[in-house]
């Protein structure tokens, strides 16, 4: 039986693997006569384009490495250009290397490795978010910097006010840095509703029907996920944040049940808090608290399933585009 996300690929087009770093960009493709070639390109949005403009568009599709900020510029540019342009995690090229029991590590290897796992596995093709959704994404981050400084800054002043002795324009410089962040957040804040299209204005009314689910994190949760884009079931959301269950159970091993990891730290810690306030006032969330408890878990445990409940919530809200209904049957 095979695996639907990695079922065999009839290759239609040639793959152009890029391995991707801050600087160069290395590309690894078959030519016409059937060598491999490797380009070394500079990753800035001149020297890109440059380059795939001599590429034939309906003959090769690209696989990039997803490196965070660093592959966004050509994953973006071949877009534009009308490439098929698809995004691969690190660790699966590097399992797959394992796999083909691969021992050099050379940048030009990487890009033939990725290029190779293009050519063999099926993935969802890539989709920019939209313009106003990138620009969402980079002021709510400023918003969470923000206020982890402010936090920062609050701290220090608190243990500061603790000595016997205190330096009047320290505390003073101390109070003027907080007071300038709380006003440079109010500013981002008014700033956001100018960039919610209707949309995303009709989908966060949606998620901040749901208990327990505020203004912040039903942004959070909208940019993240492209305004749940190319999620087709509320596990592959629960799993894209990492708070899915997951069960380890080898030989005479003992199972262990934990939840899978994702790089997606800053929305599970939001999640987290926000689990607190559903167990309050959210009565499914709170129902589904109880009963794990009762079963003597601890209360993380129960905490990380109130997260999962929530997103199943959320997806089940956009799913039927209806507000959030408590007594629902």
């Given at each position: 039986?095979?695996?639907?996300?990695?079922?065999?690929?009839?290759l239609?087009?040639?793959v152009?693997?890029?391995?991707?770093?801050?600087?160069?960009?290395?590309?690894?493709?078959?030519?016409?006569?059937?060598?491999?070639?490797?380009?070394?390109?500079?990753n800035?949005?001149?020297?890109i384009?440059?380059?795939l403009?001599?590429?034939?568009?309906?003959?090769?599709?690209?696989?990039?490495?997803?490196?965070?900020?660093?592959?966004?510029?050509?994953?973006?540019?071949?877009?534009?250009?009308?490439?098929?342009?698809?995004?691969?995690?690190?660790?699966?090229?590097?399992?797959?290397?394992?796999?083909?029991?691969?021992?050099?590590?050379?940048?030009?290897?990487?890009?033939?490795?990725?290029?190779?796992?293009?050519?063999?596995?099926?993935?969802?093709?890539?989709?920019?978010?939209?313009?106003?959704?990138?620009?969402?994404?980079?002021?709510?981050?400023?918003?969470?910097?923000?206020?982890?400084?402010?936090?920062?800054?609050?701290?220090?002043?608190?243990?500061?006010?603790?000595?016997?002795?205190?330096?009047?324009?320290?505390?003073?410089?101390?109070?003027?840095?907080?007071?300038?962040?709380?006003?440079?957040?109010?500013?981002?804040?008014?700033?956001?509703?100018?960039?919610?299209?209707?949309?995303?204005?009709?989908?966060?009314?949606?998620?901040?029907?749901?208990?327990?689910?505020?203004?912040?994190?039903?942004?959070?949760?909208?940019?993240?996920?492209?305004?749940?884009?190319n999620?087709?079931?509320?596990?592959?959301?629960?799993?894209?944040?990492?708070?899915?269950?997951?069960?380890?159970?080898?030989?005479?091993?003992?199972?262990?049940?934990?939840?899978c990891?994702?790089?997606?730290?800053?929305?599970?810690?939001?999640?987290?808090?926000?689990?607190?306030?559903?167990?309050?006032?959210?009565?499914?969330?709170?129902?589904?608290?109880?009963?794990?408890?009762?079963?003597?878990?601890?209360?993380?445990?129960?905490?990380?399933?109130?997260?999962?409940?929530?997103?199943?919530?959320?997806?089940?809200?956009?799913?039927?585009?209806?507000?959030?209904?408590?007594?629902?049957?």
């Amino acid at each position: 039986m095979k695996d639907k996300n990695f079922s065999m690929v009839n290759l239609s087009k040639k793959v152009i693997g890029v391995d991707v770093s801050s600087n160069v960009l290395v590309m690894s493709f078959m030519n016409k006569e059937g060598k491999q070639t490797i380009l070394n390109v500079y990753n800035n949005k001149t020297d890109i384009e440059r380059c795939l403009k001599k590429i034939d568009v309906n003959c090769y599709k690209i696989v990039v490495e997803a490196t965070g900020s660093y592959s966004s510029k050509v994953l973006y540019y071949a877009y534009l250009l009308g490439f098929e342009v698809y995004q691969v995690s690190g660790l699966s090229v590097k399992k797959y290397g394992e796999a083909k029991n691969q021992i050099s590590k050379t940048d030009e290897e990487d890009a033939r490795l990725i290029r190779n796992f293009g050519e063999t596995m099926k993935m969802l093709p890539y989709e920019p978010k939209k313009e106003n959704i990138e620009l969402l994404d980079q002021e709510l981050t400023l918003w969470h910097d923000l206020e982890q400084e402010k936090a920062r800054f609050s701290l220090k002043l608190k243990s500061l006010r603790q000595k016997p002795v205190l330096n009047k324009e320290v505390i003073k410089h101390y109070e003027s840095i907080i007071k300038r962040i709380g006003k440079d957040i109010e500013k981002l804040q008014e700033r956001l509703p100018k960039l919610e299209d209707e949309e995303l204005k009709d989908t966060k009314e949606l998620l901040e029907s749901i208990t327990g689910i505020g203004k912040k994190t039903a942004l959070l949760l909208l940019v993240s996920t492209n305004n749940f884009k190319n999620f087709k079931s509320a596990k592959a959301l629960s799993k894209y944040f990492g708070v899915a269950p997951r069960m380890y159970h080898s030989g005479n091993k003992k199972i262990t049940i934990g939840k899978c990891r994702t790089s997606k730290g800053l929305i599970r810690s939001v999640l987290y808090v926000c689990s607190w306030s559903a167990i309050r006032y959210n009565k499914h969330c709170k129902a589904l608290f109880e009963r794990i408890l009762q079963k003597g878990k601890c209360k993380k445990l129960a905490l990380i399933a109130v997260c999962n409940k929530l997103l199943r919530l959320v997806f089940g809200i956009v799913n039927n585009k209806r507000k959030y209904q408590p007594d629902y049957i």
